[in-house]
């Protein structure tokens, strides 16, 4: 059983509802990733993308790194992720993922920063309490670089249920 003080404590909403997303709206997300060799690695093995230049250092410097680069797809996951407190927080079913595009490697000891933009939105035919928005998020590492960038929609609820 829960305490009595959590049991009556008040509820935060968390996230942003539908009418929050005008087109053109930018969100530069607050925080960063530093990300590292581990963390490539792992995520590497457990996905068995089995590229050598993202866990063999010959295979790396063969292909003409200076070092292993960081798996892309984890790239885009960090990325993704730095996007949903401003984005998807407040729940709805991931709709999907157009254009991916990976633009530049990244590199054990890179961060990562993310903005996003609302390239659209409209109510949802189907959930009367809900309306589809479309972001185009980028990423990109501490020098400013564009190192991924990728579209995906959500569905977002309406602030005052149904419309």
């Known amino acids: 059983m829960l305490p009595e003080h959590l049991l009556n404590a008040p ?6 509802y539908y009418e929050e997303f005008e087109p053109g709206r930018v969100f530069t997300h607050p925080f960063g990733r530093t990300v590292d060799h581990y963390d490539s690695l792992q995520f590497t093995l457990a996905t068995a993308h089995y590229n050598p230049v993202y866990f063999d250092g010959r295979a790396a410097a063969k292909a003409g790194h200076r070092t292993m680069p960081v798996n892309p797809y984890f790239v885009f996951c960090t990325v993704l992720g730095l996007s949903v407190e401003d984005l998807s927080e407040m729940g709805g079913a991931f709709l999907g993922l157009e254009q991916l595009q990976f633009l530049a490697f990244v590199y054990p000891g890179d961060t990562l920063t993310a903005r996003s933009t609302v390239l659209s939105r409209r109510p949802s035919s189907k959930t009367p309490d809900s ?31 149904a419309a």
Request: no cysteine; aromatic share 8%; glycine share 14%.
């Open 11 to 16: 509820v935060r909403h968390r996230g942003r």
């Open 131 to 161: 309306g589809v928005v479309t972001w185009l998020t980028e990423g990109f590492n501490q020098s400013d670089v564009k190192v991924v960038e990728y579209q995906r929609s959500n569905m977002v609820p309406l602030e005052g249920g």
